[in-house]
């Protein structure tokens, strides 16, 4: 999961280097993972898009993704 986000957000960002993604996995298979995405100040913008689309977009794929496997995942975009 973490190599997918990585793998979106350097897609997005004008500085991918930036990029970092952490994980707190529930310790339960109910509980929920949550992953942190932070990117540069100036990239920011980029990830959330006009009005939080591409933010909206990101998490969709993060929760299909997570459904796939039998988990329930969040992903939480860091300033």
């Known amino acids: 999961m973490e190599e997918l986000i990585t793998y979106v957000a350097r897609s997005l960002v004008e500085n991918p280097d930036s990029v970092s993604v952490a994980t707190h996995v529930g310790e339960d298979t109910n509980d929920m993972d949550v992953y942190e995405l932070t990117v540069a100040q100036g990239d920011l913008g980029r990830v959330i898009g006009r ?9 969709a794929v993060v929760r299909a993704a997570a459904v796939k496997t039998g988990r329930k995942a969040q992903l939480e975009i860091v300033e």
């Open 51 to 59: 009005h939080g689309r591409t933010a909206r977009a990101l998490r």
